[in-house]
Structures are given as C-alpha cells and as structure tokens.
C-alpha cells in the first residue's frame, strides 16, 4: 500500500510528471509565442510613440 | 518621470504587450490592433501615471481593460486564428508540431483570464503580484488562475479529466476531444514532454 505499480512513492512520480509537464509547458508556450514576440515592432507604431515624444517635449 | 523616459518605458514593454494580447486575441492582426490601441490609450491618459509605480502594471492594465471594453462592444467571443499556421511555420518535428498544435487548442479553451495569467506568468515570469496588479484582483485570484490554468491543461493535454470537466460533462453531456489521444499517438517513446525532461 501506498507505493505505485512500479514500487515508487505515488507522490514523487506525480512530481516529476507534473515537473515534465512544466517543462514541455513552458517550452510549448515558447514555440507558440516566442516568433511573434521576436517581430519587429510596426514603423507605424513606433512613428505614433515618437510623435507623441515631440509633442510633449 | 520626464515624457522622454515615459516613451522609452513604452517602447521597452512592447515585446511584453505583444504576448499579453496573443494570449486574450488568440489572433496575430486582433492582438496587433490591440497593442496599438493600448498604447494609444496610454499616450493619452500618460499624465495619470505616478511616477514610481508599477509602469509595467499599469500599461498592461490599460491593455486588459482595452480588451475587455472591445469584447463588449463586438458581444462575441474570439476564436482561433492563425496561430496554428505560425506554429507549423516552425521548424519542428512532425510530433512535435502535432502536440504544439493541441497545445495551442488547448490555450484556446482556457477562459480569458487563466489563459493570460498563465502566458505572462510562464513566459514573461510574472509574479502573482504583478498579475494581480495587473488585473486588479487579489495575488490569491491571480494564483488561483495560474494552477487552475495550468491543471486544466494536464489534465486535457494528458488525457486526465479535472473534476470541473467531469461535472460540467455530467451536466450537460458534452464530448470533449481527447487531446491526449492525438498527442499519444504524435508522441510515443520519444515524446516531447519525456524528451524535454532528459
């Protein structure tokens, strides 16, 4: 009792699942986002941020 | 703060802007418009800005609320877009492209606010402070919604059932795709969360 089929702890196999499971997760959320992110930024939108900067200075 | 270092903190947070509209738009041009309106509303309202508080805090609040204001306006709800388009624009293995792809749609199912807690969180390593800043709710809401994100995601993507899910089925009858099947079959020894781990 209180060990799994393959004689570990229950709770340490849950861990390290759910620690692999961080890891893919993350890298996951990396291969979604990450080309996305690395897009240079719309010239039209840093012109709107500059032209703000005149104004106000 | 002088309006030159206003503007170079704007500039500087763009990258992280973009995420935090990936993640509530599910739409590349949705989540473009978004940053672009956000920081129209912030040049705007600039002079409401107390210089040593949050900035970040403060111009993703202002995206948030951007969000939610244009989700009123147009009733309805996102949807998936061309995300997974992206993703099979990377240079990935087949199986790995199959288990980003059931990721992906996983994302999609998550509510709004999960979803964007979790992103920032994961890969912007946003403490629940700083969500909850930027949400304006309690650090434990914040952290409520990063696990429960994160749970629900295992249990969907690992082909458990979360007990919300196993209720809501009772309930309503509903039958979910098994997206561990997809990923199982994508991914059988050399799996790529086993092979993350390694």
């Known amino acids: 009792m209180g060990k799994s089929m393959d004689g570990a702890p229950p709770r340490k196999g849950r861990q390290s699942r759910d620690q692999a499971f961080d890891v893919w997760l993350k890298r996951g959320l990396h291969q979604l986002f990450d080309d996305v992110v690395n897009e240079p930024v719309p ?3 840093l012109k709107l941020i ?8 | 703060m002088t309006a030159s270092l206003f503007h170079d903190q704007v500039i500087a947070i763009l990258p992280k802007l973009r995420v935090q509209a990936l993640a509530l738009t599910r739409n590349r041009t949705a989540a473009e418009d978004l940053v672009q309106d956000a920081v129209c509303n912030a040049l705007a309202a600039q002079q ?3 210089p040593g ?3 970040g805090a403060w111009m993703h609040r202002i995206l948030r609320n951007r969000f939610i204001s244009d989700l009123r306006k147009k009733r309805e709800t996102t949807d998936i877009d061309d995300a997974p388009q992206s993703m099979l624009a990377v240079a990935a293995r087949h199986d790995d492209r199959l288990a980003l792809m059931e990721l992906d749609a996983a994302l999609a199912r998550l509510p709004d606010d999960q979803r964007e807690a979790l992103v920032l969180g994961v890969l912007e390593g ?5 969500l909850a800043d930027m949400s304006g709710c309690a650090v434990g809401t914040a952290k409520s919604r990063v696990f429960r994100a994160r749970r629900q995601l295992e249990a969907w993507l690992t082909g458990e059932e979360s007990v919300s899910e196993a209720a809501g089925r009772k309930k309503s009858g509903r039958v979910h795709t098994n997206a561990a099947k997809t990923i199982g079959a994508a991914r059988p020894e050399s799996s790529s969360m086993n092979a993350a781990v390694v």
């Open chain 1, 43 to 45: 010239e039209e939108l």
């Open chain 1, 50 to 57: 500059e032209e703000d900067r005149s104004k106000q200075d």
């Open chain 2, 48 to 50: 409401s800005f107390i």
């Open chain 2, 53 to 55: 508080t949050n900035f």
């Open chain 2, 126 to 130: 946003m403490s629940y402070q700083e």
